[in-house]
């Protein structure tokens, strides 16, 4: 077994081969993860944030085979495919039996993971980020944290299941609530920012104008079914003639100047999504009597309020049916040793969701 492992936070990652792993406990599984997608969010943990410490492994998209499972565990078996999802809901706490499984009020933060993992380095033992630790071999994760998977879909392809797809997605679905005709502004073409654009393009959204810096991802977007796609210093208001502004505004980057952009942007009487996870420390302001006024909406969206046991199975149809595009967000894949050339290309801009094959 061997994993990828940041030891100093803010040091680059180091892959180790002398990585292992505790057996499955009660109500645990053991996972042999085959992909693995490097998120920013995996980056921004790498620099403590959301109080992760060090040493860890990260990673919390990924895909791979049940080889053991704990005592108790009777749901999947060895053998079975799964996803990994980050958030293992305990289906009974307040928002779990609302359907509101993505906040969970059981789940632990990243800060508190310290007592859970199961996984060691050299003897030392080490945390799993975000409770998962899909940039190894194996990982040790409760078995509320999987979701069995048909043999059809790639394990390349799955692993972004995991977090990417059903965050974006579910921001334009679930968190914005677009309907047929909708007027919508995807603030932020990455994966996450994608898979908003194609949800909303599948949710019915007439209009669907992204905005982001690069040339590449405003092509891909256009690609994906956005009728016009903008540069940040643009004015995207202007692709709709005579138009009070937009009906659903989804920021995929949340800084608090693309938050302001979104919310100006935003029709009155309309709804900003902010998916995109930001600093703590950026804060933004908005005058009490425009928030009186103008009736706008401003949403959070944890996870693309996706109740992963439900979202999982329709984006794997949507795929299916060739409505939903993953082979468009996965950009390349790359053995477990080049990851910090993977993580050159996240923290430039220039590969959108690279997957680590193990």
Not at 73 to 86: P, Q
Not at 103 to 109: D, T
Not at 194 to 215: C, F, H, K, N, T
Request: charged content about 20%; some cysteine.
């Amino acid at each position: 077994m061997r994993a990828a492992v940041i030891w100093n936070l803010g040091d680059p990652f180091d892959v180790r081969e002398d990585a292992s792993r505790d057996p499955a406990g009660p109500g645990q599984v053991a996972v042999r993860i085959r992909a693995a997608g490097v998120c920013q969010t995996d980056l921004s943990l790498a620099g403590g944030a959301f109080g992760q410490s060090a040493p860890v492994v990260l990673g919390h998209e990924g895909a791979g085979d049940i080889v053991e499972v704990g005592a108790g565990v009777t749901d999947v078996s060895v053998g079975d495919r799964v996803l990994i999802t980050w958030v293992p809901a305990c289906g009974q706490c307040y928002n779990c039996i609302r359907h509101e499984t993505y906040i969970c009020s059981n789940r632990k933060r990243s800060s508190d993971q310290a007592t859970t993992s199961r996984l060691q380095v050299g003897g030392t033992p080490v945390q799993a980020g975000l409770g998962t630790g899909t940039f190894a071999e194996e990982t040790v994760v409760p078995a509320s944290g999987v979701i069995r998977l048909p043999d059809d879909i790639p394990f390349e392809y799955a692993a972004i299941l995991g977090c990417a797809v059903p965050t974006g997605f579910g921001a334009a679905v679930n968190s914005g609530q677009i309907r047929p005709g909708d007027s919508v502004l995807v603030i932020g073409c990455g994966a996450v920012g994608l898979s908003a654009l194609q949800g909303a393009r599948i949710a019915g959204a007439a209009e669907l104008v992204a905005v982001d810096p690069l040339e590449s991802r405003r092509a891909l977007a256009l690609s994906l079914g956005a009728t016009h796609a903008f540069d940040p210093d643009g004015d995207p208001t202007s692709a709709l003639v005579d138009s009070p502004g937009f009906d659903v505004v989804i920021d995929a980057v949340a800084r608090s100047s693309t938050i302001t952009a979104g919310w100006r942007a935003a029709r009155r009487g309309g709804r900003l999504v902010v998916v995109g996870a930001g600093r703590d420390d950026d804060l933004v302001q908005f005058s009490a009597q425009d928030l009186f006024h103008e009736e706008k909406k401003i949403i959070g969206s944890y996870y693309g309020a996706s109740d992963m046991r439900r979202e999982v199975p329709r984006l794997i149809s949507l795929w299916r049916a060739g409505r939903l595009d993953l082979s468009a967000i996965v950009d390349g894949v790359a053995d477990l040793d080049r990851i910090n050339d993977v993580v050159s290309g996240q923290r430039a801009g220039t590969t959108l969701r690279t997957i680590l094959t193990l």
